[in-house]
């Protein structure tokens, strides 16, 4: 099973800019899906950003759209969450998620129980 590492969290002005990693544990054959979710204090944790095997489909949260990026090395196995704009509703734990699947082209799920590997989490404060 793979095994998940975020780093890159830290406290920011709002307008400012963060970029989270993902560093899985080792590369696998059989693809997998990886996503960034976050939780902030007593709400629900919520789909941020996900990317496919393939690095060629992304799907956002309306609340990422046009402010946060998701990318993926060609090793497959490091993600990142560059996060531009910031504002204070940003702050929260961000959690770097993955699920295996046959396919490489979509990510298929927003839906967090539809991803059984997560990180241990990054706190991201945005300060206004």
């Known amino acids: 099973q793979v095994q998940l590492v975020e780093s890159g969290g830290g406290s920011v002005q709002a307008g400012g800019s963060l970029r989270l990693s993902c560093a899985a544990s080792e590369r696998s054959v059989k693809p997998y899906t990886m996503g960034w979710f976050r939780q902030a204090p007593g709400k629900e944790r919520e789909f941020v950003a996900a990317?496919?095997?393939?690095?060629?489909?992304?799907d956002y949260a309306d609340s990422a759209k046009g402010r946060f990026t998701i990318s993926r090395t060609y090793a497959k196995n490091t993600v990142y969450l560059q996060m531009n704009t910031l504002k204070p509703e940003d702050t929260a734990v961000y959690y770097c998620?993955?699920?295996?699947?046959?396919?490489?082209?979509?990510?298929?799920?927003?839906?967090?129980?539809?991803?059984?590997?997560w990180g241990q989490g990054t706190q991201v404060t945005v300060s206004s």
């Open positions: 990317i496919s095997w393939s690095a060629t489909f992304t």
């Open positions: 998620a993955a699920h295996y699947t046959d396919s490489r082209y979509t990510t298929e799920t927003r839906v967090t129980d539809d991803y059984p590997y």
